[in-house]
């Protein structure tokens, strides 16, 4: 019988041997639940340490957590975790849209896909059939014309895709994999894994079942949860005016607390008149509506519209943290660049995070004359030149002229120019970082730490009183207890965006983990309280420790900030001068792997720690390869 | 009956989930068995509201679970 809140099975995909099998989901679910639990689980037993990102061998996994395809609110998200070419180690990346409750209908919780096809395919899944398609007529497509054309051959426009831009294509590490057109996987390279294997686009249309183990307990369970949703002020505001109109209005702690690097990360606050250009509220007359992902109650992405001038576009996105890549990352303050910019790279398949952290450095290397227009394909690459920005986006996409320099993130390009460029490429354990970590330090030793390097979507805390997000006091438990938080919100397939304060603290959203406990118990029929639930979330964390350590070969001394952060402090701004003070990120490093029971000295888990989590599989795995203290 | 406001809505389906739930006593979700359709044109963002003939305005429940599910206001029940 197919087990409630799944559609109950794992399709694995060989796209060498052009062979498709089956699965039970339960088989990994009843210990790992679902998204990125199953997948964590799946990659590290299954994947060789000898594997490189790029080689067919790696694997490529889509999961889909109990919650989506269900009335539980914001539950829509899909977890793509791989081997990351950026970093080595584990990379993970998820995003919201239709696609994974199609997904499920179609009747798959998970896809496992391994090997490379020989020729452009893409996968097409429909009520528990699947099959690989040619797809030569959609290579060198945009992600909107992919997904255009795929419905149109299929005369249905319900069809929902996810899939690669030529970013992926050509295998550029900040490419990312776009679901409906807009909804970004990003970092960690999985674009690039995706166009190594010749895969496409994955296309799904469904109309099976997600039955309900207890239907009265879970439909009481969805309405309490909407009842606290609809107690958070801001969810009328997201309604209507979106995330970034919300959060990112003049004067908020988004622009004034360090989140938003400015010129590279040289300072991390920027001049008032340019951030009124490209605030929230006067970014509003760009924006046509705010849309939802499937069973979002609040909705956040807007659908912008340039009408007229050099930048004329319209679509859907625009987000926190594209005021970040494209306005202060460069310090361009034209907003009808900057939407252009961000609507280009949901085009391209780019990561704009990750594609703007490379670019940010180039324009710092030109600054410096590391570069000049000789090197640049002739672009002057000076601060505020979003022309050179829009026009770079292209390049690195298709990996042109100074775009193939740059394609392969901004630790491999800092090695090949050298002349003290390393001493400003931001990245961690590899992966290039967009986020601004001197001020909130939850934030960044949250992003630090990260198993999915560099990135703020494991364990990274942020509260909006300075007192809090200045103070050292208290992080490393905050960001243990949300990395198990995070866990939970990926295993079922919840979004974490619209809890307001992203945190696991946070009260008022309906997503505290007694609610989803509550919700994925009475759907699934598993008996999942608060405490079994975090547990699991702190297995899936070591797992993916785990794999970092044997992939990776990371230790203590990549748990740290990249240079620029740990020597240069905020040169402006209500917070000028602060800076990461290096006891402190010592100490907080000893509270944190003392709270894990990893060894303080070299950072690795140790054997009585992953026996006590039920993981002695895991540690003999490290003690094989010598990897534990 | 119900009336409908494709201004208002965000596409959320939410409304699909609910009808589905409904149909099926209860048990499963599943649009294909949802008497209403939200349809999303991505190159435009219209939105395109739809009920067909297998509405029973929720014979049973207390309010019609579209109407009771839909958090942005698009869905009214006509009396």
């Known amino acids: 019988m197919k087990p409630h809140g799944y559609a109950g099975r794992i399709l694995r995909v060989d796209l060498t041997e052009e062979r498709i099998t089956e699965e039970p989901t339960m088989r990994y679910a009843e210990r790992y639940v679902g998204g990125r639990g199953v997948n964590a689980r799946v990659l590290f037993d299954e994947l060789s340490p000898s594997t490189m990102p790029l080689d067919p061998e790696n694997m490529l996994l889509f999961g889909v957590g109990p919650l989506v395809g269900t009335l539980s609110p914001f539950c829509s998200r899909v977890s793509i975790d791989t081997k990351s070419p950026f970093t080595g180690g584990v990379g993970s990346a998820n995003c919201g849209g239709h696609f994974g409750a199609e997904m499920k209908y179609a009747g798959y919780d998970s896809l496992v896909i391994t090997g490379r096809a020989e020729n452009p395919v893409y996968l097409w899944l429909s009520d528990g059939e699947a099959e690989l398609v040619d797809a030569g007529g959609l290579w060198g497509k945009t992600t909107w014309d992919t997904e255009r054309a795929i419905r149109s051959s299929r005369n249905d426009n319900e069809v929902r895709v996810i899939g690669i831009g030529p970013a992926g294509e050509n295998q550029v590490k900040s490419a990312c994999i776009l679901s409906d057109r807009a909804k970004a996987a990003g970092g960690s390279g999985v674009g690039a894994v995706m166009g190594s294997k010749n895969l496409k686009a994955v296309a799904a249309r469904g109309s099976l079942p997600v039955t309900v183990a207890e239907p009265e307990r879970f439909i009481e369970a969805v309405d309490a949860a909407r009842k606290k949703i609809e107690q958070f002020p801001k969810a009328k505001l997201y309604r209507k005016d979106g995330y970034y109109g919300v959060e990112s209005v003049y004067g908020s702690p988004a622009w004034e607390a360090g989140f938003r690097p400015v010129r590279n990360g040289q300072d991390d606050y920027w001049d008032p008149e340019k951030i009124k250009r490209v605030a929230g509220d006067t970014i509003k007359p760009y924006r046509k509506k705010i849309l939802a992902c499937f069973g979002c109650p609040v909705g956040c992405m807007p659908w912008m519209v340039v009408p007229d001038g050099p930048y004329k576009v319209e679509g859907e996105g625009w987000w926190n943290n594209s005021s970040n890549s494209f306005c202060t990352r460069v310090d361009c303050d034209n907003p009808e660049a900057a939407i252009k910019a961000h609507l280009l790279t949901n085009q391209l398949g780019l990561d704009g995070d990750n594609a703007s952290v490379v670019i940010g450095w180039a324009f710092e290397c030109y600054e410096k004359g590391l570069l000049t227009k000789k090197d640049t394909d002739g672009l002057e690459l000076t601060w505020g030149n979003h022309d050179a920005v829009i026009t770079l986006l292209e390049k690195l996409a298709y990996r042109e002229g100074f775009g193939g320099f740059l394609a392969d993130g901004v630790k491999t390009a800092a090695e090949r120019l050298g002349g003290g460029s390393e001493e400003f490429a931001v990245h961690i354990k590899g992966q290039d970082s967009v986020d601004g970590i001197r001020v909130s330090k939850g934030w960044g030793f949250g992003v630090v730490t990260s198993p999915a390097a560099g990135r703020h979507l494991r364990g990274a805390i942020h509260s909006f009183s300075p007192e809090r997000f200045l103070s050292y006091d208290g992080v490393p438990w905050r960001v243990y207890m949300q990395e198990q938080y995070k866990a939970i919100l990926d295993m079922t397939g919840t979004c974490l965006y619209n809890n307001g304060l992203l945190s696991w603290e946070t009260e008022a959203s309906g997503h505290a983990a007694h609610h989803l406990a509550e919700l994925t118990s009475s759907l699934t029929g598993m008996h999942l309280d608060v405490e079994r639930f975090m547990r699991i979330g702190l297995q899936v964390h070591n797992l993916e420790k785990a794999f970092n350590t044997l992939h990776g070969g990371f230790t203590r001394r990549d748990d740290y900030p990249p240079k620029r952060y740990w020597e240069e402090p905020v040169k402006s701004g209500p917070y000028a001068g602060e800076h990461i003070d290096h006891e402190e990120w010592e100490r907080m490093l000893d509270e944190y792997y003392g709270l894990h029971g990893w060894d303080p000295g070299t950072g690795w888990q140790t054997k009585e720690t992953l026996v006590s989590l039920g993981l002695t599989d895991v540690a003999d795995g490290l003690e094989a390869a010598g990897r534990l203290p | ?79």
């Open chain 2, 1 to 79: 009956m119900i009336l409908l406001d494709p201004q208002k809505c965000q596409g959320c389906r939410m409304c699909e989930s609910a009808c589905s739930f409904h149909h099926t006593g209860h048990r499963m979700f599943n649009p294909s068995r949802s008497s209403t359709r939200v349809s999303r044109d991505n190159d435009t963002a219209v939105i395109t509201l739809s009920i067909d003939s297998t509405c029973d305005l929720c014979e049973g429940e207390e309010t019609p679970l579209c109407v009771k599910y839909c958090a942005y206001g698009a869905r009214k029940v006509s009396r």
